[in-house]
């Protein structure tokens, strides 16, 4: 199900950050609270500043708040203020179409995506980035997570609230061994507290919708979709699924973690799209091209561990297979995840 609703409310408010929350629509009101990112607030109202003044300018937004975890309240949160956004607002009263309670349609996403100009990508292992990453160990073999943001902005966004249909859908696609590592901090998901924070690992493969600038907008499962039903070994479920890496910066090797084990999680999103930094990326070769003595690729499909293209006349010509490599002129730079088994 992809949408929430709640009585007798006209919008819902999702902050990027910690907001204040205050007296009247302006920063010179009184912060009389805090809202915390990705925490949801219920409201009636959205004022719009008609033109600049005093640390206001034209078309600066603010929320009124009623209802926050289910309390009354009276605050005024920031939309956008002196043009920067700060949190996205859905209105509740706009007429939704009939909840899907089919499966999630992950191929058709991906041909949508790709036909308005969308890249499939590989999210770079931390040697392949310019200038490297480095973390606090280089001779350790660590998580190697990739922060994910809902602005065009360097650093984690806020985390995602782990909701029941989430933990249950974890569940049904780890092991015994793989659902308790993907709940431990040295696994990089959950660091603190029981909420996943926003990221996904080296080598996992996304849907690029568009570049801005330094920075890729990409395509992940809104949270509160609960028709994911694909795993990593059906059709191209692997770009709505992150398997768990590590790495060791010195010998440049890419790990399972733990000991060993093969841990998914779903790629989700706080109803937002996701931005990464562009040098994050590598881009696979756009559609259509021509695989020498094989064919024009018009599709790719993801099956588990292996990358096939696809022609005209949906012959699937086998592109990477864990042990075979890359077996035709189609190559990429970064390393895939460690295939299961």
């Known amino acids: 199900m992809c949408r929430m609703e709640q009585k007798n409310m006209k919008y819902k408010l999702t902050s990027f950050e910690n907001m204040s929350c205050r007296t009247g629509h302006g920063v010179s009101y009184d912060k009389v609270n805090t809202l915390f990112s990705g925490t949801g607030a219920f409201g009636d109202e959205i004022w719009e500043s008609p033109s600049d003044g005093s640390l206001v300018k034209t078309g600066d937004k603010w929320f009124h708040a009623k209802q926050i975890n289910s309390k009354n309240v009276d605050y005024w949160i920031a939309i956008i203020h002196l043009g920067k956004v700060y949190s996205t607002v859905v209105d ?104 996943p924070e926003a990221l996904s690992f080296g080598g996992n493969t996304i849907l690029v919708k568009s570049i801005e600038g330094r920075f890729a907008k990409v395509w992940a499962v809104p949270i509160d979709c609960e028709s994911l039903k694909s795993n990593w070994f059906t059709e191209n479920g692997r770009l709505a699924i992150m398997k768990f890496t590590a790495s060791n910066e010195k010998s440049h090797k890419v790990f399972k973690v733990g000991a060993g084990l093969d841990v998914y999680f779903p790629f989700l999103t706080n109803q937002v799209d996701y931005y990464v930094a562009l040098s994050r ?47 035709t002129n189609w190559k990429l730079i970064t390393s895939q995840p460690p295939p299961k088994g």
């Open 92 to 195: 509740l009263e706009v007429p939704l179409p009939p909840v899907d309670t089919t499966a999630l349609d992950i191929t058709q996403i991906m041909r949508d995506t790709i036909a308005s100009g969308g890249r499939i990508a590989s999210l770079k292992h931390d040697w392949d980035v310019a200038p490297p990453v480095v973390r606090a160990n280089g001779a350790s073999v660590m998580p190697e997570t990739v922060p994910f943001n809902n602005r065009p902005v360097n650093g984690k966004g806020s985390k995602l609230q782990l909701r029941s249909w989430m933990r249950k859908y974890a569940e049904s696609i780890n092991d015994a061994k793989g659902n308790s590592a993907w709940k431990e901090p040295k696994t990089g998901l959950i660091n603190t507290g029981t909420n």
């Open 281 to 327: 990326i590598e881009l696979w070769a756009k559609l259509p091209f021509v695989i020498t003595d094989k064919g024009t690729i018009v599709e790719y499909l993801l099956l588990g561990d292996e990358i096939y293209g696809l022609t005209e006349s949906k012959e699937r010509i086998l592109l990477y297979a864990p042990k075979l490599g890359y077996v």
